[in-house]
């Protein structure tokens, strides 16, 4: 948005050269007035808001995005009808009253949700309307009233096309962050919210507990009855994790048959509930009807002191070792095995 505010920030003044050379001095002089304040309000959009990272802040520089040409238009367009005009001034005299209809196919640039294009679109819809009334003695209402259906029509077909962006950015950020065979977040998206997950509890001083998942003989299925079953039981564990889990716990696919589980707020002794009751309910069953187990291995960040997110899967880690060592299908957590 910066980039485009900018942009416009350069070019409008650069037009300043076609009304000197098409428009008659006293009118030139009030358009040239006119593109220095618009140039001048782009070039503050494009400096404003450019550390901040809040909806907030970007909802109101897409306003002022809109806003800044939209009383443009509202002075331009009325201004250039009280002047006689013929030949080129009267071409590029007309070019000035499209400019509500650049601003609305303007918001095919930015995804945006049925809503939100809605509440962009109005005060453009409004600014037209308010033109359209304030020159009713110059054209018929008929004139009028065509050009606002077709405004009408080019903001919703604008819409549609920043609803259609803004699914396909939401599907292209769910297959960066989730894996496309479990559904879980993926390794990198887990690493990413352990990370924040342990600062917040770093500060706050609340527990955070990890759990590491390893399915076990995951690869004898495999080399028994082929990938195909391999992912099916991949997907029945995973959904098994998943419905058993709270709202707030994350569930992450770690690579291959291992899983992470991160429990903000959990305190060992309620991370090894959750363990107990995830083993008592299951993770599905194996190709061959038998019951899918998984050795797991418990951290607490109070409990046993770690200092980053890195040390705690770590310990998580060598503790679903030592459940696999100590015969599989266990849990090993901050101070025993169970």
Not at 53 to 61: G, I, Q
Not at 88 to 104: D, E, K, N, Q, R
Not at 124 to 131: D, F, K, P, R, T
Not at 141 to 154: E, P, Q, R, T
């Amino acid at each position: 948005m910066r980039m485009v505010a900018g942009l416009f920030a350069l070019l409008t003044p650069l037009w300043m050269i076609v009304d000197v050379l098409v428009f008659t001095w006293p009118l030139t002089i009030m358009l040239v007035v006119g593109r220095l304040i618009t140039s001048i309000a782009f070039g503050m959009l494009a400096r404003a808001y450019r550390k901040s990272t809040k909806m907030a802040d970007a909802y109101r520089a897409l306003a002022f995005m809109f806003a800044i040409p939209t009383l443009f238009f509202i002075y331009s367009h009325p201004l250039l009808s009280h002047f006689h005009m013929d030949g080129p001034a009267a071409a590029i005299s007309a070019g000035y009253a499209f400019l509500p209809f650049v601003m609305v196919a303007g918001l095919a640039v930015f995804p945006l949700t049925a809503a939100e294009g809605v509440l962009f679109a109005l005060p453009v819809l409004a600014a037209e309307a308010l033109v359209a009334l304030m020159q009713l003695n110059l054209l018929s209402w008929s004139s009028h009233l065509g050009a606002f259906w077709l405004l009408l029509l080019i903001a919703a077909v604008a819409s549609l096309a920043g609803m259609s962006q803004l699914s396909f950015m939401i599907s292209l950020v769910k297959q960066a962050s989730h894996d496309t065979l479990t559904g879980c977040f993926s390794r990198a998206s887990g690493e990413e919210m352990l990370d924040i997950q342990f600062h917040i509890s770093s500060r706050s001083g609340a527990p955070l507990a990890v759990v590491f998942v390893d399915l076990d003989d995951f690869k004898r299925i495999n080399d028994r009855f082929g990938h195909d079953s391999g992912d099916r039981v991949l997907q029945a564990a995973a959904d098994a994790l998943r419905s058993n889990l709270r709202a707030g716990d994350i569930l992450a696919r770690w690579g291959g048959e291992e899983f992470v589980i991160i429990l903000p707020g959990a305190s060992g002794a309620t991370a090894a509930t959750t363990v107990a009751r995830l083993r008592e309910r299951g993770l599905g069953t194996r190709p061959d009807g038998t019951r899918m187990t998984a050795s797991f291995g418990l951290a607490e960040r109070c409990a046993d002191r770690a200092d980053n997110w890195r040390k705690l899967l770590e310990i998580a880690d060598q503790r679903m070792y030592q459940a696999k060592v100590a015969g599989k299908d266990c849990c090993v957590g901050c101070a025993e095995q169970t």
